[in-house]
């Protein structure tokens, strides 16, 4: 069960926030529900949690600093109004596959001497895959 958090999430906050030995949850008391997550290799990823159908979901929706705070606030209050509808937000496959290579590329290929030719093929495989 998530702790609720008496402290409002700041700009400047975010930006202290370093990595642990394990990722760790940090919740808005401005907007209950959203939260950040920040990974061991610090990726802090954006997150909105609420009871649906009797169950905790967690829809993940953004990354830190590409995404900032009052623009996570606003989406959170979107996503949180449709899971109390009994709406679950899924994110479509291409932003799936789009995160976990970015995490997978900083990860695992960071020291690869060519990483830049990896990301190159996963980047021009991507844009010519067929939609269906």
Known sequence: MPRLSDRALSNTFLRKLRPMDKRIDIYD???RGLGIRISPKGTKTWFAMRRVNGRMKRVSFGRYPEMGLSEARLKATDLLSEMDRGIIPVQSKADV???VMDEWLQRDQAGNRSVDE???AL???ETMRPTS
């Open 29 to 31: 008391a401005v907007r």
């Open 97 to 99: 596959f789009s995160d």
């Open 118 to 120: 990896v990301k190159r």
């Open 123 to 125: 980047t021009q495989s």
